[in-house]
Nanobody, 128 residues
């Protein structure tokens, strides 16, 4: 079992930046591939980014490529989502997810059903 808690959300103006963090506890963090998803009001949950257990492989959703970066610190049991050049359409609740002990598969990592554990989410709002 692993527990996930997101932080770092808030209100930012268009063009600004936010860094989301996901703290984990429980089983060895380095055993998990990690992902970020988001859900805007009235919309389905959307894949944002994912990272392999080692951090050596990443995957991004098309709407955020070139603007968002996912990275992790296994020593601190943290995964981050650096969000730059934010747009109003990035407004959503952002969720951290974990997949335990699985061979990295970039296609599978884009699916919410691939993950075993989820955090409660953090709200990010982009507005002037």
């Amino acid at each position: 079992q692993v527990q996930l808690v997101e932080s770092g959300g808030g209100l930012v103006q268009p063009g600004g930046s936010l860094r989301l963090s996901c703290a984990t506890s429980g089983r060895t963090f380095s055993s998990y591939a990690m992902g970020w998803f988001r859900q805007a009001p009235g919309k389905e949950r959307e894949f944002v980014a994912a990272i392999s257990w080692s951090g050596g492989m990443t995957s991004y959703g098309d709407p955020v490529k070139g603007r968002f970066t996912i990275f992790r610190d296994n020593a601190k049991n943290l995964v981050y989502l650096q969000m730059n050049s934010l747009k109003p359409e990035d407004t959503a609740v952002y969720y951290c997810a974990a997949k335990y002990r699985s061979t990295w598969n970039a296609a599978s990592a884009r699916l919410s059903t691939w993950y075993n554990y989820w955090g409660p989410g953090t709200q990010a709002t982009v507005s002037s």
